[in-house]
Protein backbone atom coordinates (compact mmCIF):
# COMPACT_ATOMS: atom_id res chain seq x y z
CA UNK A 1 0.00 0.00 0.00
CA UNK A 2 1.89 3.47 -0.54
CA UNK A 3 2.50 5.49 2.44
CA UNK A 4 0.41 9.01 2.50
CA UNK A 5 2.59 11.90 1.92
CA UNK A 6 2.20 15.36 1.92
CA UNK A 7 4.23 18.57 0.50
CA UNK A 8 3.52 22.20 1.13
CA UNK A 9 5.31 25.46 0.53
CA UNK A 10 7.03 27.47 2.99
CA UNK A 11 7.97 27.15 6.62
CA UNK A 12 4.04 27.93 7.15
CA UNK A 13 3.77 25.05 5.36
CA UNK A 14 4.64 22.57 8.39
CA UNK A 15 1.03 23.57 9.67
CA UNK A 16 -0.55 22.49 6.69
CA UNK A 17 1.58 19.26 6.34
CA UNK A 18 0.65 18.50 9.73
CA UNK A 19 -3.00 18.96 9.75
CA UNK A 20 -2.76 17.09 5.85
CA UNK A 21 -0.81 13.82 7.75
CA UNK A 22 -3.55 13.72 10.55
CA UNK A 23 -6.06 13.82 7.76
CA UNK A 24 -4.35 11.00 5.60
CA UNK A 25 -3.20 8.77 8.73
CA UNK A 26 -7.36 8.39 9.19
CA UNK A 27 -7.58 7.31 5.96
CA UNK A 28 -9.04 10.17 3.83
CA UNK A 29 -8.89 10.84 0.75
CA UNK A 30 -5.72 13.37 -1.00
CA UNK A 31 -7.87 15.83 -2.12
CA UNK A 32 -9.89 15.78 1.66
CA UNK A 33 -5.99 15.72 3.06
CA UNK A 34 -4.89 18.77 0.90
CA UNK A 35 -7.74 20.98 1.70
CA UNK A 36 -7.56 20.19 5.51
CA UNK A 37 -3.92 21.04 5.79
CA UNK A 38 -4.56 24.75 3.62
CA UNK A 39 -7.69 25.92 5.74
CA UNK A 40 -4.57 24.78 8.48
CA UNK A 41 -2.91 27.95 7.50
CA UNK A 42 -5.93 29.94 6.99
CA UNK A 43 -7.16 29.21 10.77
CA UNK A 44 -3.61 30.09 12.06
CA UNK A 45 -3.12 33.84 12.16
CA UNK A 46 -0.15 33.30 13.90
CA UNK A 47 2.19 31.86 11.21
CA UNK A 48 1.64 34.01 8.13
CA UNK A 49 0.83 37.34 6.79
CA UNK A 50 -0.14 36.01 2.85
CA UNK A 51 -3.23 33.80 3.47
CA UNK A 52 -7.00 33.76 4.52
CA UNK A 53 -7.67 36.83 7.46
CA UNK A 54 -5.69 38.94 8.68
CA UNK A 55 -3.15 39.19 5.65
CA UNK A 56 -2.06 42.33 4.09
CA UNK A 57 -4.90 43.83 1.62
CA UNK A 58 -4.77 45.36 -1.58
CA UNK A 59 -4.16 48.91 -2.30
CA UNK A 60 -7.82 50.07 -1.39
CA UNK A 61 -7.29 48.29 1.68
CA UNK A 62 -9.56 45.70 1.04
CA UNK A 63 -8.64 41.98 1.58
CA UNK A 64 -9.38 39.90 -1.24
CA UNK A 65 -8.43 36.03 -1.41
CA UNK A 66 -8.11 33.23 -4.21
CA UNK A 67 -8.38 29.71 -3.99
CA UNK A 68 -8.32 26.48 -5.61
CA UNK A 69 -8.36 22.43 -5.79
CA UNK A 70 -7.83 19.48 -7.78
CA UNK A 71 -8.33 15.46 -7.35
CA UNK A 72 -5.90 13.49 -9.48
CA UNK A 73 -7.97 11.30 -9.55
CA UNK A 74 -10.78 12.99 -11.85
CA UNK A 75 -9.26 15.85 -13.03
CA UNK A 76 -12.35 17.05 -11.28
CA UNK A 77 -11.22 20.83 -9.87
CA UNK A 78 -12.68 24.41 -8.40
CA UNK A 79 -10.90 27.95 -7.46
CA UNK A 80 -12.44 31.38 -6.67
CA UNK A 81 -10.95 34.30 -6.86
CA UNK A 82 -11.36 37.78 -5.91
CA UNK A 83 -13.20 36.93 -2.76
CA UNK A 84 -14.06 38.98 0.21
CA UNK A 85 -15.42 38.35 3.65
CA UNK A 86 -15.00 34.49 3.70
CA UNK A 87 -12.72 32.88 5.89
CA UNK A 88 -12.27 29.68 4.00
CA UNK A 89 -11.75 30.03 0.53
CA UNK A 90 -10.52 26.70 0.24
CA UNK A 91 -13.56 24.97 1.16
CA UNK A 92 -15.21 27.44 -1.29
CA UNK A 93 -13.59 26.51 -4.16
CA UNK A 94 -13.89 22.83 -3.13
CA UNK A 95 -17.68 23.65 -3.40
CA UNK A 96 -17.57 25.06 -6.52
CA UNK A 97 -16.36 22.07 -7.65
CA UNK A 98 -18.87 19.63 -6.14
CA UNK A 99 -22.02 21.87 -6.36
CA UNK A 100 -21.08 23.39 -9.69
CA UNK A 101 -20.30 22.29 -13.67
CA UNK A 102 -17.41 25.69 -13.42
CA UNK A 103 -14.22 25.68 -12.15
CA UNK A 104 -13.98 29.28 -11.20
CA UNK A 105 -16.21 31.92 -9.76
CA UNK A 106 -14.81 35.38 -8.86
CA UNK A 107 -15.43 38.58 -6.78
CA UNK A 108 -18.97 39.56 -5.65
CA UNK A 109 -20.71 36.56 -7.95
CA UNK A 110 -18.10 33.87 -5.73
CA UNK A 111 -19.88 35.67 -2.27
CA UNK A 112 -23.07 35.40 -3.44
CA UNK A 113 -22.69 31.38 -4.01
CA UNK A 114 -20.42 31.41 -0.51
CA UNK A 115 -24.13 32.74 1.05
CA UNK A 116 -25.90 30.64 -0.98
CA UNK A 117 -24.13 27.56 0.07
CA UNK A 118 -24.16 28.26 3.86
CA UNK A 119 -21.03 30.08 4.36
CA UNK A 120 -21.11 33.03 6.76
CA UNK A 121 -19.90 36.71 6.00
CA UNK A 122 -16.94 37.56 8.69
CA UNK A 123 -14.75 40.49 9.17
CA UNK A 124 -11.57 39.63 7.98
CA UNK A 125 -9.22 42.05 8.87
CA UNK A 126 -7.02 42.49 12.14
CA UNK A 127 -5.26 45.41 13.22
CA UNK A 128 -2.31 44.72 12.88
CA UNK A 129 -2.62 43.81 9.32
CA UNK A 130 -4.33 47.64 9.08
CA UNK A 131 -1.26 49.05 11.15
CA UNK A 132 1.08 47.52 8.13
CA UNK A 133 -1.13 48.43 5.26
CA UNK A 134 -0.85 52.25 6.55
CA UNK A 135 2.39 52.23 7.74
CA UNK A 136 4.16 50.26 4.51
CA UNK A 137 1.08 50.97 1.65
CA UNK A 138 3.64 52.17 -1.08
CA UNK A 139 1.46 55.27 -2.08
CA UNK A 140 -0.42 56.20 0.61
CA UNK A 141 1.77 59.14 2.27
CA UNK A 142 -0.62 60.51 3.80
CA UNK A 143 -2.68 59.31 6.95
CA UNK A 144 -6.40 57.93 6.19
CA UNK A 145 -9.01 60.17 5.61
CA UNK A 146 -6.33 63.21 4.65
CA UNK A 147 -6.51 62.39 0.94
CA UNK A 148 -7.77 59.23 -0.87
CA UNK A 149 -5.28 56.55 -2.06
CA UNK A 150 -3.25 56.95 -4.91
CA UNK A 151 -4.53 56.22 -8.11
CA UNK A 152 -4.67 52.38 -8.75
CA UNK A 153 -3.01 53.13 -12.67
CA UNK A 154 -1.13 50.25 -11.91
CA UNK A 155 1.92 52.62 -13.16
CA UNK A 156 3.70 53.00 -9.95
CA UNK A 157 5.66 49.53 -8.93
CA UNK A 158 4.54 47.02 -6.24
CA UNK A 159 6.95 46.95 -3.35
CA UNK A 160 7.16 43.17 -3.90
CA UNK A 161 9.73 41.84 -1.09
CA UNK A 162 9.64 38.44 0.83
CA UNK A 163 7.24 39.17 3.40
CA UNK A 164 4.55 40.63 1.10
CA UNK A 165 3.48 37.62 -0.50
CA UNK A 166 4.10 33.37 -0.21
CA UNK A 167 0.59 30.91 -0.92
CA UNK A 168 0.43 27.98 0.88
CA UNK A 169 0.02 24.94 -1.67
CA UNK A 170 -0.78 21.61 -0.47
CA UNK A 171 0.09 18.25 -2.59
CA UNK A 172 -0.89 14.94 -1.27
CA UNK A 173 -0.79 11.20 -1.81
CA UNK A 174 -3.11 9.41 -0.12
CA UNK A 175 -2.60 5.74 1.02
CA UNK A 176 -4.81 4.33 -2.65
CA UNK A 177 -2.14 6.48 -4.55
CA UNK A 178 -4.59 9.18 -5.53
CA UNK A 179 -3.10 12.85 -5.99
CA UNK A 180 -4.69 15.60 -4.53
CA UNK A 181 -3.95 19.73 -4.06
CA UNK A 182 -5.01 22.78 -2.74
CA UNK A 183 -3.76 25.97 -2.89
CA UNK A 184 -4.84 29.39 -0.77
CA UNK A 185 -3.27 33.21 -0.64
CA UNK A 186 -3.97 36.43 -0.41
CA UNK A 187 -1.72 37.47 -3.38
CA UNK A 188 0.33 40.22 -3.64
CA UNK A 189 0.22 42.58 -0.63
CA UNK A 190 -1.15 46.27 -1.99
CA UNK A 191 -1.90 44.64 -5.40
CA UNK A 192 -4.27 46.63 -7.72
CA UNK A 193 -7.87 45.52 -7.28
CA UNK A 194 -9.00 43.19 -9.56
CA UNK A 195 -5.52 41.81 -10.13
CA UNK A 196 -5.77 37.92 -9.82
CA UNK A 197 -2.45 36.02 -9.77
CA UNK A 198 -1.40 32.43 -10.74
CA UNK A 199 -2.95 30.58 -7.54
CA UNK A 200 -6.50 29.93 -8.65
CA UNK A 201 -5.52 29.23 -12.10
CA UNK A 202 -5.91 25.56 -12.76
CA UNK A 203 -2.92 25.10 -14.37
CA UNK A 204 -0.77 27.59 -13.42
CA UNK A 205 -0.74 27.56 -9.80
CA UNK A 206 -1.52 23.98 -8.86
CA UNK A 207 -2.31 21.16 -11.24
CA UNK A 208 -2.83 17.36 -10.06
CA UNK A 209 -3.21 13.85 -12.63
CA UNK A 210 -2.72 10.66 -11.11
CA UNK A 211 -1.29 9.42 -14.51
CA UNK A 212 1.48 11.93 -14.09
CA UNK A 213 1.98 13.90 -11.01
CA UNK A 214 0.68 16.69 -9.08
CA UNK A 215 2.45 20.36 -8.75
CA UNK A 216 2.39 23.39 -7.56
CA UNK A 217 3.35 27.07 -7.77
CA UNK A 218 4.37 30.10 -5.29
CA UNK A 219 6.00 33.74 -6.14
CA UNK A 220 5.15 36.35 -8.48
CA UNK A 221 1.78 34.93 -9.93
CA UNK A 222 2.28 36.37 -12.94
CA UNK A 223 5.46 34.60 -14.28
CA UNK A 224 4.21 31.57 -12.91
CA UNK A 225 0.83 32.01 -15.48
CA UNK A 226 3.06 33.42 -18.07
CA UNK A 227 5.03 30.00 -18.47
CA UNK A 228 1.90 27.89 -17.53
CA UNK A 229 4.20 26.56 -14.84
CA UNK A 230 2.67 23.69 -12.76
CA UNK A 231 0.94 22.09 -15.97
CA UNK A 232 4.64 22.52 -17.04
CA UNK A 233 5.83 20.78 -14.47
CA UNK A 234 2.97 17.95 -14.29
CA UNK A 235 3.73 17.32 -18.53
CA UNK A 236 7.64 17.26 -17.72
CA UNK A 237 6.66 14.60 -15.36
CA UNK A 238 4.24 12.81 -17.44
CA UNK A 239 7.31 12.85 -19.45
CA UNK A 240 9.81 10.68 -17.41
CA UNK A 241 11.01 13.56 -15.57
CA UNK A 242 11.81 13.23 -11.87
CA UNK A 243 9.48 15.99 -9.69
CA UNK A 244 12.93 17.54 -8.95
CA UNK A 245 14.41 17.76 -12.46
CA UNK A 246 10.36 18.91 -13.89
CA UNK A 247 10.81 22.25 -10.77
CA UNK A 248 14.54 23.23 -12.51
CA UNK A 249 13.16 22.87 -15.82
CA UNK A 250 10.33 24.97 -14.50
CA UNK A 251 12.58 27.55 -12.83
CA UNK A 252 14.51 27.76 -15.82
CA UNK A 253 11.64 28.32 -18.22
CA UNK A 254 10.67 31.43 -15.79
CA UNK A 255 14.35 32.60 -15.99
CA UNK A 256 14.40 32.26 -20.01
CA UNK A 257 11.03 34.31 -20.41
CA UNK A 258 12.62 37.17 -17.85
CA UNK A 259 15.34 37.34 -20.24
CA UNK A 260 13.37 37.31 -23.54
CA UNK A 261 11.63 40.56 -22.02
CA UNK A 262 14.96 41.99 -20.69
CA UNK A 263 14.17 41.98 -16.98
CA UNK A 264 15.75 39.88 -13.92
CA UNK A 265 13.58 36.91 -13.06
CA UNK A 266 10.92 37.29 -10.32
CA UNK A 267 11.03 35.43 -7.46
CA UNK A 268 9.06 31.92 -7.90
CA UNK A 269 9.23 28.97 -7.00
CA UNK A 270 7.60 25.07 -7.92
CA UNK A 271 7.31 22.10 -5.79
CA UNK A 272 6.24 18.38 -7.19
CA UNK A 273 5.39 14.75 -6.47
CA UNK A 274 4.97 12.43 -8.61
CA UNK A 275 2.46 9.06 -8.06
CA UNK A 276 5.35 7.14 -7.20
CA UNK A 277 5.95 9.72 -4.13
CA UNK A 278 8.85 11.39 -4.91
CA UNK A 279 9.27 15.06 -4.34
CA UNK A 280 10.70 17.78 -5.83
CA UNK A 281 11.50 21.15 -5.53
CA UNK A 282 13.43 24.77 -7.35
CA UNK A 283 12.97 28.25 -7.18
CA UNK A 284 14.42 30.86 -9.01
CA UNK A 285 17.52 33.10 -7.38
CA UNK A 286 17.25 34.82 -4.29
CA UNK A 287 13.96 32.96 -3.52
CA UNK A 288 15.64 31.66 -0.42
CA UNK A 289 12.25 28.87 -0.45
CA UNK A 290 11.69 26.11 2.22
CA UNK A 291 9.04 23.63 1.78
CA UNK A 292 7.54 21.56 4.31
CA UNK A 293 7.88 17.18 3.59
CA UNK A 294 5.33 15.03 5.82
CA UNK A 295 5.80 11.35 5.31
CA UNK A 296 5.91 8.23 7.76
CA UNK A 297 4.23 11.16 10.75
CA UNK A 298 7.17 13.44 10.26
CA UNK A 299 6.80 16.67 9.00
CA UNK A 300 10.75 18.37 7.68
CA UNK A 301 11.70 21.73 6.56
CA UNK A 302 13.84 21.24 2.90
CA UNK A 303 15.57 24.05 1.42
CA UNK A 304 14.80 24.43 -2.30
CA UNK A 305 17.65 24.58 -4.76
CA UNK A 306 17.82 28.45 -6.53
CA UNK A 307 18.20 28.12 -9.64
CA UNK A 308 20.43 30.82 -11.14
CA UNK A 309 19.64 32.54 -14.37
CA UNK A 310 21.65 32.18 -17.74
CA UNK A 311 22.53 28.61 -16.36
N1 LIG B 1 1.65 33.28 -6.22
C1 LIG B 1 0.92 34.21 -5.38
C2 LIG B 1 0.32 35.28 -6.23
O1 LIG B 1 0.96 35.73 -7.16
C3 LIG B 1 1.77 34.82 -4.32
C4 LIG B 1 2.81 33.90 -3.72
O2 LIG B 1 2.69 32.72 -3.74
O3 LIG B 1 3.81 34.38 -3.20
O4 LIG B 1 -0.77 35.72 -5.96
Redesign the pocket.
Known amino acids: MPDPIVIA?WPFGKVAAEAALKSLANGDPALDAAIAGAQAVEDDYSCRT?VGFGSLPDRLGRLTL?ACVMDGKTLACGAVAGVEHIKHPVALARRVMDRTTHVLLVGEAAKWFALQQGFPLEVPYTSDAIKEWLEKHPDLKQRPGANPPAPCDGASEINIDADH???V?VLTRDAKGSLGGACT????AY?LPG?????PIIGA?LYADDLAGAAG??????E?IRIAGSSYVVELMRGGRSPQEACVRACERVNASAGRRGVHPA??AFLALDPKGNVGAACTAKTNFQYAVGRGGKVELVQAKEIAAGM
Open positions: TSDHDTTTSGLKRVGDSGGTGVGEIRV
